[in-house]
């Protein structure tokens, strides 16, 4: 799927409970759109650059490890969403998640962070599901990437109800 559609259908999609999950109700984001908890972005950036994009937006720092491996916590402003923005990928994108075919592609060299997406935060957007406030925050890193012609990738883009359908993942070269 191409992220310009993504974008929209995220925009689009109705705040419409489904029914009951396992741990958690299950929202027309999840079922279409796959938007849940611990949710990746990777994209083709530098990790101070988009550090600096976060500052800019709506977005407060929260804590940066440096070495090696730098990491970043963020918060939402609004509320409800954490942000963990990694200059490597740990765990997230394995082919136990995704084809073999698209593991290779994720893993291509393109990509130079990972953020990983946590909506169950402490402070909360009032009148505004969690599901919905993480599609914003996806939206917003969509538009970053669109705008600035950033490599990015959703890999949990498919929808529960389309796990098998590994063309729904939205990569933007």
Same mark, same amino acid.
């Given at each position: 799927?191409? +992220? @310009?559609?993504?974008?929209?259908?995220?925009?689009?999609?109705?705040?419409?409970?489904?029914?009951?999950?396992?741990?958690?109700?299950? /929202?027309?984001? *999840?079922?279409?759109?796959?938007?849940? @908890? !611990?949710?990746?972005?990777?994209?083709?950036?530098?990790?101070?650059? #988009?550090?600096?994009?976060? !500052?800019? &937006?709506?977005? *407060? +720092?929260?804590?940066?490890?440096?070495?090696?491996?730098?990491?970043? @916590?963020?918060?939402?402003?609004?509320? *409800?969403?954490?942000?963990?923005?990694?200059?490597?990928?740990?765990?997230?994108? *394995? &082919?136990?998640?995704? =084809?073999?075919?698209?593991?290779?592609?994720?893993?291509?060299?393109? #990509? &130079?962070? &990972?953020?990983?997406?946590?909506?169950?935060?402490?402070?909360?957007?009032?009148?505004?599901?969690?599901?919905?406030?993480?599609?914003?925050?996806?939206?917003?890193?969509?538009?970053?990437?669109?705008?600035?012609?950033?490599? +990015?990738? #959703?890999? !949990?883009?498919?929808? /529960? @109800?389309?796990?098998?359908?590994? =063309?729904?993942?939205?990569?933007?070269?």
């Amino acid at each position: 799927m191409r +992220l @310009d559609q993504y974008l929209k259908a995220l925009e689009d999609c109705p705040d419409e409970f489904l029914k009951e999950g396992r741990e958690r109700p299950l /929202w027309r984001l *999840t079922a279409e759109l796959g938007v849940y @908890d !611990n949710w990746p972005i990777l994209l083709g950036i530098d990790f101070k650059g #988009f550090l600096q994009h976060l !500052n800019d &937006s709506d977005f *407060t +720092l929260v804590e940066e490890i440096k070495g090696k491996k730098n990491t970043c @916590d963020a918060c939402y402003n609004p509320g *409800t969403v954490g942000l963990r923005v990694r200059n490597y990928f740990e765990g997230m994108v *394995t &082919s136990k998640l995704v =084809s073999q075919e698209h593991h290779k592609r994720q893993m291509s060299g393109r #990509f &130079s962070i &990972s953020v990983m997406l946590h909506p169950y935060q402490a402070k909360k957007m009032v009148g505004v599901n969690e599901i919905r406030v993480l599609a914003l925050v996806i939206v917003d890193i969509g538009r970053y990437a669109l705008e600035h012609n950033i490599p +990015l990738c #959703f890999p !949990n883009s498919r929808g /529960w @109800d389309n796990l098998e359908d590994y =063309s729904r993942i939205v990569y933007y070269p």
